[in-house]
């Protein structure tokens, strides 16, 4: 019987039918369509992979020069003459704590109050023209002013450098970075050079000397943002306070998203209560983010009376907004469990905890970290709901606990895309960026290694 | 074909359908403990019930997939559902170890006796009824562990075992009354999910067994296997029953009447027969069984 089935078949194939005819005809009309298709696929590809190739490569071309600043090496004498204060004071000269502590702070403005600039002017003065010393402010405008506060700090740390000579490397002044980054058109007018002819000179004369160097600017990833000395300002205090919100963030969405996820999808009963629930979850993870600020400021800061630009606050708000991307992407995980996994537990007699701990979640958990750390990434990448709850002011220090004012990486890079200073802060915004994008790429790499780590086949 | 298709006989004979059914009833394995109870007068000196259900209806919804199912599932014996695809058989197999509740919408009335005590009283734990009545599903499904683990899990959320070396012994006699033993026992540590079906299917056996159940029901467990895989299931299937009540649900006639004692043939959610297997299948008394059987629907 089979062999006779089998015959009639090849012969139905080997005559012509009808319909055999009428579908060859149709085959050419369906080729055509399957290689247009297939043609329009590749071209979205190419175009999308085009466009953020662009994308990378002008964030690329414009910040990694960034990585590298303007800096003068300079042999320092720290004159006694000029640094003219008395020795620091010693514990055991004082009789108590409190009395030493006023002679140490009487010691410190000592220190404050000498001219740290003059010994920077000296030591460059050593390198130019002798007839430089005449105009002192304009030699002094070639080092970044934040550098008088970074030699006080040294010498404050070791009081016995006063007198002698130290190596000393600092920044130079933010037009200084820009003039020999080529970022200045050479050709402009003097009077609207930010720089004189005389500095431009000088510029020249330190470059042969080895002086003027470009070296790898740490001041962008060690120091905090600063206004009065540009070249200084940096972005660790957005860092410190984008670390802050996003273990906020880690520590308060991921378990209460997964937890609410867990109960919805293996727990609660299907009715009107739950359904409304979940078209409000997906409703929420439409909403626009600048709405979750406004949120966060009337409930944590107008009602809760939290600080204001505090990464708690930022945590909180960055919280609600990634909450129901885990709680979805938790569920549709969940939801791709076999059940059949689910009734082997169950007819073991396991209970429905201990289905879900047991089983279920184990299975579930590389999606879940997927999930979670791409609502975590998101919500470090947010910028506007930041913006209203006063994290975009300028903080002049690293935050030292969720309480403190801070700023974050992504309002950095707003607040630097707007500075005055164009030429020197556009190479930084953009550097800014790289730094967010790495830490991004690497967020989502650790999460693809924990899926591939955690993943299991059934 | 006919030339080279005699040594294996039970495959070939699995597409026939011919009314003459008389020869299948014999079982695959030749055992004589297997057809001594079958052999037996029906309904004389049937042992006592295992489960007594009465009236049993299920609803879906508003939908009633089981209309008031009378039966009684002789202890040690292998009962038999069959019937056609959505005649509520396997609904019902659910109801003896409540899988039912875990299915939204789904609603039990009547009673379920097992020795005497109602299985859906409020009082009674569920977690307890699954460890007394195990379960083993279409498609086998080892948990994606160990086969160690598979194993040695239901014993551990029940505390069966005091120590390591009690968990071993019960993980070794499970899989050694599953006859996997000999195939495991230098892969304990490699995944479940590695075997092949109809290892993974005595696997699944063998987990059920590990609990010490008193009843083990079987939904279509042959299904998803080839003959010999299946042949295999079988052979244990009747020797678990010394040891175990058994109710196997399935679409193979010729398991039925192999593997089973007693058969209950379920129609569009009516019990329509049940006896002896020799019985049903020899001598049906109902129309719809006879058609069924001779494959005249179904």
């Given at each position: 019987?089979?062999?006779?089935?089998?015959?009639?078949?090849?012969?139905?194939?080997?005559?012509a039918?009808?319909?055999?005819?009428?579908?060859?005809?149709?085959?050419?009309?369906?080729?055509?369509?399957?290689?247009?298709?297939?043609?329009?696929?590749?071209?979205?590809?190419?175009?999308?992979?085009?466009?953020?190739?662009?994308?990378?490569?002008?964030i690329?071309?414009?910040?990694?020069?960034?990585?590298?600043?303007?800096t003068?090496?300079?042999?320092?004498?720290?004159?006694?003459?000029?640094?003219?204060?008395?020795?620091?004071?010693?514990?055991?000269?004082?009789?108590?704590q409190?009395?030493?502590?006023?002679?140490?702070?009487?010691?410190?403005?000592?220190?404050?109050?000498?001219?740290?600039?003059?010994?920077?002017?000296?030591?460059?003065?050593?390198?130019?023209p002798?007839?430089a010393?005449?105009?002192?402010?304009?030699?002094?405008?070639?080092?970044?002013?934040?550098?008088?506060?970074?030699?006080?700090?040294?010498?404050?740390?070791?009081?016995?450098?006063?007198?002698?000579?130290?190596?000393?490397?600092?920044?130079?002044?933010?037009?200084?970075?820009?003039?020999?980054?080529?970022?200045?058109?050479?050709?402009?007018?003097?009077?609207?050079?930010?720089?004189?002819?005389d500095?431009?000179?000088?510029i020249?004369?330190?470059?042969?000397?080895?002086?003027?160097?470009?070296?790898?600017?740490?001041?962008?990833?060690?120091?905090?943002?600063?206004?009065?000395?540009?070249?200084?300002?940096?972005?660790?205090g957005?860092?410190?306070?984008?670390?802050?919100?996003?273990?906020?963030?880690?520590?308060?969405?991921?378990?209460?998203?997964?937890?609410?996820?867990?109960?919805?999808?293996?727990?609660?009963?299907?009715?009107?209560?739950?359904?409304?629930?979940?078209?409000?979850?997906?409703?929420?993870?439409?909403v626009?983010?600048?709405?979750?600020?406004?949120?966060?400021?009337?409930?944590f800061?107008?009602?809760?009376?939290?600080?204001l630009?505090?990464?708690?606050?930022?945590?909180?708000?960055?919280?609600?907004m990634?909450?129901?991307?885990?709680?979805?992407?938790?569920?549709s995980?969940?939801?791709?469990?076999?059940?059949?996994?689910?009734?082997?537990?169950?007819?073991?007699?396991?209970s429905k905890?201990?289905?879900?701990?047991?089983?279920?979640l184990?299975?579930?958990?590389?999606?879940?970290?997927?999930?979670?750390?791409?609502?975590?990434?998101?919500?470090?990448?947010?910028?506007?709901?930041?913006?209203?709850?006063?994290?975009?002011?300028?903080?002049?220090?690293?935050p030292?606990?969720?309480?403190?004012?801070?700023?974050?990486?992504?309002v950095?890079?707003?607040?630097?895309?707007?500075?005055?200073?164009?030429?020197f802060?556009?190479?930084?915004?953009?550097?800014?960026?790289i730094v967010?994008?790495?830490?991004?790429?690497?967020?989502n790499?650790?999460?693809?290694?924990?899926?591939?780590?955690f993943?299991?086949?059934? | 074909?006919?030339?080279?298709?005699e040594?294996?006989?039970?495959?070939?004979?699995?597409?026939?359908?011919?009314?003459?059914?008389?020869?299948?009833?014999?079982?695959v394995?030749?055992?004589?403990?297997?057809?001594?109870?079958?052999?037996?007068?029906?309904?004389?000196?049937r042992?006592?019930?295992?489960?007594t259900?009465?009236?049993v209806?299920?609803?879906?919804g508003?939908?009633?997939?089981?209309h008031?199912?009378?039966?009684?599932?002789?202890?040690?014996?292998?009962?038999?559902?069959?019937?056609?695809?959505?005649?509520?058989?396997?609904?019902?197999l659910r109801?003896?170890?409540?899988?039912?509740?875990?299915?939204?919408?789904?609603?039990?009335?009547?009673?379920?006796?097992?020795?005497?005590?109602?299985?859906?009283?409020?009082?009674?734990?569920?977690?307890?009824?699954?460890?007394?009545?195990?379960?083993?599903?279409q498609?086998?499904?080892?948990?994606?562990?160990?086969?160690?683990?598979?194993?040695?899990?239901?014993?551990?959320?029940?505390?069966?075992?005091?120590?390591?070396?009690?968990?071993?012994?019960?993980?070794e006699?499970?899989?050694?009354?599953?006859?996997?033993?000999?195939?495991a026992?230098?892969?304990?540590?490699?995944?479940?999910?590695?075997?092949s079906?109809?290892?993974?299917?005595?696997?699944?056996i063998?987990?059920?067994?590990?609990v010490?159940?008193e009843?083990?029901?079987?939904?279509?467990p042959?299904?998803?296997?080839?003959?010999?895989?299946?042949?295999?299931?079988?052979?244990?299937?009747?020797?678990?029953?010394?040891?175990?009540?058994i109710?196997?649900?399935?679409?193979?006639?010729?398991?039925?009447?192999?593997?089973s004692?007693?058969?209950?043939?379920?129609h569009?959610?009516?019990?329509?027969?049940?006896?002896?297997?020799?019985?049903?299948?020899?001598?049906?008394?109902?129309?719809?069984?006879?058609?069924?059987?001779?494959?005249?629907?179904?």
């Amino acid at each position: 019987m089979a062999t006779g089935t089998a015959d009639t078949t090849t012969g139905a194939a080997r005559a012509a039918s009808p319909t055999t005819r009428r579908v060859q005809a149709s085959l050419a009309r369906r080729r055509a369509a399957e290689t247009r298709f297939r043609l329009l696929g590749l071209a979205a590809v190419i175009v999308g992979l085009g466009l953020v190739a662009l994308l990378f490569a002008t964030i690329l071309t414009r910040g990694l020069p960034a990585f590298w600043q303007a800096t003068l090496t300079l042999e320092v004498f720290v004159d006694p003459e000029i640094v003219d204060v008395p020795p620091a004071p010693e514990r055991s000269a004082f009789a108590n704590q409190a009395e030493y502590e006023e002679a140490f702070l009487g010691w410190q403005t000592a220190l404050a109050r000498t001219n740290w600039g003059r010994v920077l002017r000296n030591a460059l003065l050593a390198y130019l023209p002798p007839e430089a010393a005449d105009s002192g402010r304009a030699v002094e405008g070639l080092i970044a002013s934040n550098e008088r506060f970074e030699l006080r700090a040294l010498v404050q740390e070791d009081p016995g450098l006063i007198g002698e000579t130290i190596v000393f490397q600092g920044l130079a002044d933010a037009n200084v970075d820009v003039w020999v980054k080529g970022n200045i058109d050479r050709s402009l007018p003097d009077d609207r050079l930010p720089l004189t002819s005389d500095q431009r000179a000088w510029i020249e004369l330190l470059l042969e000397q080895g002086v003027l160097t470009q070296e790898f600017a740490s001041a962008l990833l060690f120091n905090v943002d600063s206004r009065s000395s540009p070249a200084s300002a940096g972005l660790a205090g957005a860092f410190v306070g984008s670390l802050f919100m996003m273990l906020i963030v880690i520590v308060l969405s991921v378990p209460i998203g997964v937890a609410a996820a867990i109960y919805l999808e293996e727990f609660a009963p299907r009715n009107r209560f739950t359904d409304f629930i979940e078209v409000n979850i997906n409703n929420l993870a439409a909403v626009p983010s600048i709405v979750f600020g406004l949120l966060g400021a009337a409930v944590f800061i107008n009602w809760f009376r939290l600080p204001l630009s505090a990464p708690l606050v930022g945590g909180l708000v960055l919280t609600l907004m990634t909450l129901p991307t885990i709680i979805i992407a938790t569920r549709s995980t969940l939801r791709a469990i076999p059940p059949s996994i689910r009734q082997a537990a169950i007819g073991l007699g396991a209970s429905k905890v201990q289905t879900v701990a047991h089983h279920v979640l184990p299975l579930a958990i590389p999606g879940i970290l997927t999930g979670a750390i791409i609502g975590v990434a998101q919500a470090l990448g947010e910028t506007a709901p930041l913006l209203l709850i006063g994290m975009s002011a300028f903080v002049a220090q690293i935050p030292t606990s969720p309480m403190d004012s801070s700023t974050a990486l992504p309002v950095q890079i707003y607040l630097w895309q707007g500075n005055e200073l164009r030429n020197f802060f556009e190479a930084r915004t953009s550097a800014a960026i790289i730094v967010l994008l790495a830490l991004l790429l690497s967020l989502n790499t650790l999460a693809i290694i924990l899926r591939k780590r955690f993943e299991k086949r059934w | 074909m006919p030339a080279h298709a005699e040594p294996k006989q039970p495959p070939s004979s699995e597409i026939e359908t011919s009314p003459a059914m008389t020869d299948l009833t014999k079982p695959v394995v030749a055992g004589d403990a297997a057809s001594a109870p079958a052999a037996a007068p029906h309904g004389a000196n049937r042992p006592e019930p295992k489960v007594t259900a009465s009236d049993v209806k299920v609803f879906y919804g508003s939908a009633e997939a089981l209309h008031g199912i009378d039966t009684e599932i002789p202890a040690h014996q292998v009962t038999a559902l069959i019937g056609p695809s959505g005649c509520g058989k396997s609904t019902f197999l659910r109801c003896l170890n409540r899988m039912n509740d875990t299915i939204e919408g789904a609603r039990v009335t009547g009673r379920i006796l097992m020795d005497g005590e109602d299985i859906y009283d409020k009082s009674l734990d569920v977690v307890l009824l699954r460890a007394r009545v195990g379960m083993v599903f279409q498609k086998p499904n080892p948990f994606p562990k160990s086969i160690f683990e598979n194993i040695a899990y239901g014993p551990r959320i029940h505390g069966l075992a005091k120590n390591k070396a009690e968990l071993e012994e019960i993980v070794e006699r499970s899989l050694r009354r599953a006859g996997l033993w000999e195939e495991a026992k230098d892969r304990l540590k490699e995944p479940g999910t590695g075997l092949s079906g109809g290892q993974q299917q005595r696997l699944c056996i063998a987990r059920a067994i590990a609990v010490s159940p008193e009843v083990i029901l079987m939904d279509e467990p042959c299904s998803a296997l080839d003959p010999i895989a299946t042949a295999r299931i079988e052979e244990l299937i009747d020797e678990l029953r010394q040891n175990y009540t058994i109710v196997i649900v399935t679409h193979s006639m010729q398991q039925a009447a192999r593997v089973s004692q007693k058969t209950c043939f379920f129609h569009l959610g009516d019990l329509v027969e049940e006896g002896d297997t020799d019985m049903i299948f020899t001598n049906p008394r109902d129309k719809r069984t006879q058609d069924y059987i001779t494959g005249r629907f179904g």
